[in-house]
């Protein structure tokens, strides 16, 4: 949990908050947490959480049924895909959410 902890404050740098991304956010950082805590007594990313799922909903106007990976991946088109191996599935879902990141309308400001 150590190195977990490092490689997000370096990836994260100084002057930035991580956030936690996942597919289906609530149910993954609920055991990231407990593990920060149990191990280390804190957790770097808070109660800081991004569900791609419900990105997935804001930017297409979907319903939660069509927030399925592989309904996702029906519109989105990604080149890699989950297969229940922690590393693959962490990489697949990390496109999912640079491909609806692309969709997503430019803020104006």
């Known amino acids: 949990m150590k190195q977990f902890e490092d490689w997000v404050a370096e990836v994260a740098g100084d002057d930035s908050t991580p956030v936690f991304v996942g597919l289906n956010a609530p149910f993954d950082w609920s055991f990231v947490n407990y593990y920060f805590h149990r191990y280390l007594q804190s957790n770097p990313f808070g109660f800081t959480a991004l569900d791609i799922k419900a990105l997935y909903m ?7 049924a069509d927030t399925r ?3 996702m991946a029906a519109r989105l088109h990604p080149k890699s895909r989950g297969d229940h191996q922690a590393l693959h599935d962490a990489q697949y879902q990390a496109e999912l959410f640079r491909l609806i990141r692309g969709i997503l309308p430019r803020a104006r400001g």
């Open 69 to 71: 990976s592989s309904r």
């Open 58 to 64: 804001g930017a297409t106007g979907s319903t939660w």
